[in-house]
């Protein structure tokens, strides 16, 4: 699991072991559901990562994790 940022919005990327051409993405909810789902989606980025597929999962600008985020920085962790 590696934290990555784009245009405003925090992610982590949960990277397979072997190449593949399908990569999936799961966008977070909002307000009181995003909360809710939190772990429900990292657990379910873990099943699919596992799977053999790469998953990125985000929080929106302004949102989750997203909201501390100072414009203009971009993380990447290998």
Do not use: N
């Not at 990277?15 to 909002?30: I, Q, R």
């Not at 995003?34 to 772990?39: E, M, P, Q, V």
């Not at 985020?69 to 993380?75: F, M």
């Amino acid at each position: 699991m590696h934290p990555v940022s784009f245009d405003g919005c925090f992610g982590w990327l949960h990277g397979c072991t072997a190449p593949s051409d399908v990569a999936v993405v799961l966008c977070t909810a909002l307000c009181d559901e995003a909360a809710t789902a939190h772990r429900q989606f990292r657990l379910l980025a873990k099943d699919i990562a596992d799977a053999g597929y790469p998953t990125l999962r985000f929080d929106y600008a302004g949102t989750g994790d997203s909201r501390d985020l100072e414009p203009g920085t971009l993380v990447w962790s290998a």
